[in-house]
Structure formats: structure tokens, C-alpha cells
């Protein structure tokens, strides 16, 4: 805690009396509510995002909602939100000021690593209707080649060794949903997390782990438990200790647990739950047929153009998106990437308009209020990757269509995973892949088409089909070639003279 804050009054039930009065405060009553919903992966995206729409929820319509968190790995989640009674407070933020919003639809907070039957218990509990997950790319443990579960992940044998004590999301769910099969008690399983198709691959994970551990279970799988896909968006930046100071100072009360966030905010969600959901439309969520053309759209357009903005980003020395934006070269660049080569590369949903998308995603980028780093969302590109940038590629080479930009992104990683920037630094790099990454970097030498190969030669996230394509190995190449020779500000430059930007 920041030492000016350490003596202030916290928030909890009993200090809400201190709570400014514009502080937004929910209008249903908490203790007349009990837990229908557990949220794996508790943490700032959960707060900003679902935790909001089903409180909305309940202010619109009756209905047993009320949400147990569950975090994976560190009790720090739940022991920062226990001596607030689980209250925190989310704070909307941009250039035209701040709204801060109380949250009270939480009422527990549970540890996995500390007592895994616990959150089974939870998990199977009747009353309990629906789980919702943000647990990131890696949390699925999935086996690229086949999309179902990867059984030579070192947790997912942990977990079929030791099924009554797992470490991961899917043999928690899959020991809850044996218990729930045998009592009939059907569940929906909702995945939040930035993979395409999310609900299907969430599904074969579980499936895949039923059927070896608990092979009694399989066959009523597929009659008990739902798992529709969703579009999750919300950009939301780890919290810092500024942004504790100033909802303090605005609210009247310490928050440890608070979020910032921007005021945009987005949920498509298949309509597809086993035993009921929170009326989530009143929050503003869309209920649809089919998420597929919403997340393609915006996992190649919001997230693809993020990961570019972070490698580069950070190799250009910014350490916030919006000052990677604030760079006018940089955010040509990104935008004509965007309207040039992703756009193109699927088609818009029909109440979507890419042009406005875009620019609104743009304006997002540029939030002065959020301190979004580079570097947060560098993290873990080796699962990010292939959704956000490798389809776009593969999509663009097979209909001729331009691929001037990307192979500069994707150079820009090469170069940020080999853990050296452009100044000779040590990049702090986070992926599960780092240590094989920063080999691949250090073995392949200098010369840019030996680098290229060795990087398109990961088939987990390239496939096969990249290094295979004489096209994007030398599109690789020429970039590898030119970041290195010139630096990434140059590099922007001159591709963006090259086409007319
Ligand atoms: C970001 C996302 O960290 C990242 O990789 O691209 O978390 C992004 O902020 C959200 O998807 C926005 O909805």
C-alpha cells in the first residue's frame, strides 16, 4: 500500500456511510441476494466488466445472481477484497473526466491452490447456474494442432494424477460437473477470454479431460453442459498505485482492490445457457445466434492492432498505447494496417461498420486517462498471436490481398521475445514460451532470413503454412531486415512513405 493511503479510511460495509455521495451506489439489495454465478480469473478485467453487467442485472430484474470469485494461483485477489467485505469500486476514466460506480454483486472470494475442494463444492453447489471464466489464452491448456486439450501439459498430468486436487480451470470445472451430472444439475460454462470460437474450445478442453478422469461422465456431458461463446471488451490496465490515490481522493474511502477502466464497454454472447442467466441485456449486452462475426472482428481489428502497438511500441520507447498513439507515424501506420490488411481479411458483421469501428478503436487507443503499458499487453504473445495476426496473414496471402504492415508487427515480436531492445536493454519477457523463444532469437544469429525461418519454423503459432509461403517468409524477412538496420521508428516511416501514408 502507498504510504499516504495506509492510515485512510478503507473501504468496507461499514464505511459506506464515508462514500462521497456521487460515488454510484447499485440499486438492489445486497443481502437479499445469494450466489447463483461463479467468475474463475477474478481479477481487474472481472471487476471492470462482468462484474458491472451482472449487477446491472440484478437492478433490473430479481434473480439469485450474486457472484463467488475464484483466483487460480495468489490469494492476493482475495486478500486485498476481505477486509473490504468484498466491495470495490470501478472507475471510468477519460479526457472529459472520471465516474466512479460501487460494486457490490461479490460476496466471496475463493483461492484454488489453497483449497481446490472448496471451489469444487462451489462449483457443483444446485444453486449455482452458471460459471464464467477469464483465465487467459494459456489457461485452456490446449493443444494448437488438435484445439482440444494439450495432455502434455505438465498441469493438465498434474491434474489427471491428482483429479480431487487440480491446478487448472478445466479439471476444477471437470470435477465440478461429474458432481453435477450425478446430481443432475445442469451448468452453462462461459469462456471470456480472447480466443475465437472460445465456448467450443473451452468445451473440448473439459470434454477431453472428462474422458480420461472421469470416464462415467461423458456420455451426459453433452446434455447437462453449455458452453456458449462470447465477445468480451473492456480495455482495462493493471491498477496502479496513482490510480488508488485518485479514487481515494474521490470517493472519500481507500480502495485496494479498484479498477480503472474506459467507458466503453461490450458484451455479445451467445444465447445459449442450460438453467438460466442474469438478464445481461439490461446492462447492455447482445444476446445473438452466432459471436463469430463480432470476435473475428474484433480480435483481428482491437487486439491485433494493440499487440502491434505494444511491440513496437515498446521498442519505439513508449511505455503507454497512448503514447505509443501520440506518435503520428505510429498511429498512421496502425490505422492503415487496420482499414488495408485487417479489414479486408474477413467479412464485417452486418450491424458493424468497420469504417466507424475502426475509428472509434482508435480514439479508444488514445484515452490520455488510462495507463495502459506496451508491455502488459506484450505479454504472452506466443497464445496471442495466432488469432490476432496469424489468421489475418493467412486470410490476406489467399485472397492476394496486401500484406505490407504486419510482417513489421510480427518482426517487432521477434526482436521484443529475443529479450534485448534497441538500445541494448533487457526486455522483461513474459510467455509461457520465453525461454524457447529467447533460444530460437539467440541460436538463428543476425542474418534476417535465418531469423525469419527459425521463428515461422513454431508451429504452435505459425502452423505450417507461413514458412511454407515463399511470399510472407520474404515479407518476414525485408522486415526483420529493415527493424534491425533502422530501428522501429525509421522502419514505420519508411513503410508508411513506401505506401502513400
Ligand atoms: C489486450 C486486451 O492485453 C491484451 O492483450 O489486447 O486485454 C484488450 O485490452 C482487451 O481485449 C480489450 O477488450
Known amino acids: 500500500m502507498s504510504a499516504s493511503l495506509e492510515n485512510a479510511p478503507r473501504l468496507s460495509e461499514a464505511t459506506l456511510s464515508g462514500l462521497r455521495k456521487d460515488v454510484r451506489r447499485p440499486g438492489f439489495d445486497r443481502g437479499g441476494v445469494s450466489i447463483g454465478q461463479v467468475h474463475l480469473g477474478a481479477g481487474a478485467f472481472f471487476k471492470a466488466h462482468l462484474a458491472p453487467h451482472t449487477q446491472t442485472a440484478l437492478e433490473e430484474a430479481d434473480g439469485n ?123 452453462t460454462v462461459v469462456s471470456c477470454d480472447n480466443l475465437p470460437g472460445n465456448g467450443a474450445l473451452f468445451k473440448n478442453a473439459v470434454r477431453d479431460f472428462i474422458g480420461e478422469a472421469y470416464p462415467g461422465a461423458a456420455s451426459a456431458f453433452d446434455d447437462h453442459v453449455r458452453f456458449p461463446s462470447t465477445m468480451v471488451d473492456r480495455i482495462t490496465p493493471a491498477t496502479t498505485d496513482e490510480d488508488r490515490r485518485d479514487v481515494f481522493m474521490n470517493t472519500g474511502l481507500y480502495d485496494a482492490a479498484a479498477v480503472v477502466t474506459e467507458p466503453f464497454t461490450q458484451w455479445v454472447i451467445e444465447d445459449r445457457f442450460a438453467a438460466g442467466r442474469p438478464q445481461w441485456e439490461s446492462a447492455g449486452a447482445l444476446l445473438v445466434a452466432d459471436v463469430a462475426p463480432y470476435e473475428t472482428a474484433k480480435l483481428r481489428l482491437l487486439n491485433g492492432a494493440h499487440s502491434a502497438l505494444a511491440y513496437l511500441g515498446y521498442l519505439m520507447g513508449c511505455d503507454y ?25 474477413f467479412p464485417a458483421p452486418a450491424d458493424l461498420p468497420l469504417g466507424p469501428y475502426i475509428a472509434d478503436l482508435n480514439t479508444r487507443f ?136
Open 321 to 345: 498505447v497512448s503514447d505509443a498513439m501520440a506518435q503520428p507515424e505510429l498511429a498512421a501506420f496502425i490505422r492503415a494496417m487496420q482499414e488495408e490488411e485487417i479489414a479486408p481479411s
Open 366 to 501: 488514445r484515452n490520455p486517462a488510462l495507463k495502459h503499458r506496451t508491455w502488459q499487453i506484450a505479454m504472452d504473445g506466443s497464445q496471442k498471436l495466432p488469432q490476432r495476426w496469424v489468421e489475418t496473414i493467412r486470410a490476406q496471402l489467399a485472397r492476394g490481398g496486401p500484406v505490407n504492415r504486419l510482417p513489421l508487427g510480427v518482426a517487432a515480436w521477434t526482436q521484443y521475445v529475443s529479450g534485448v531492445d534497441e538500445k541494448g536493454a533487457a526486455i522483461d519477457v513474459r510467455d509461457p514460451m520465453a525461454e524457447r523463444l529467447k533460444r530460437i532469437g539467440a541460436e538463428a544469429g543476425g542474418d534476417p532470413a535465418d531469423r525469419a525461418r527459425a521463428f515461422l519454423s513454431i508451429r504452435e503459432i505459425f502452423g505450417s503454412d507461413l514458412l511454407q509461403s515463399a511470399l510472407f517468409t520474404k515479407l518476414l524477412t525485408d522486415a526483420i531486415a529493415l527493424l534491425r538496420a533502422e530501428g522501429a521508428a525509421a522502419a514505420v516511416m519508411k513503410i508508411n512513405r513506401e505506401n502513400g501514408r
Open 65 to 187: 445472481w450474486a457472484i463467488c470469485g475464484a483466483s487460480l494461483r495468489s490469494p492476493e485477489a482475495r486478500d486485498t477484497l476481505a477486509p473490504q467485505d468484498n466491495l470495490f469500486t470501478v472507475t471510468e476514466k477519460d479526457g472529459a473526466g472520471a465516474r466512479t460506480s460501487l460494486v457490490t454483486v461479490l460476496k466471496e472470494m475463493l483461492v484454488a491452490p489453497e483449497n481446490p475442494a472448496a471451489l469444487i463444492g462451489a462449483i457443483a453447489d444446485p444453486a449455482v447456474r452458471i460459471v464464467t471464466a477469464t483465465i487467459t489464452e494459456k489457461g485452456y491448456c490446449l493443444n494448437p494442432a488438435s484445439s482440444g486439450l494439450d495432455f502434455d501439459h505438465p498441469d493438465v498430468k498434474h491434474d489427471l494424477e491428482n483429479p480431487a486436487a487440480p491446478k487448472t480451470a478445466i479439471g476444477l470445472l471437470a470435477a465440478a460437473i461429474d458432481k453435477r451430472i450425478a446430481a443432475r444439475a445442469p451448468l
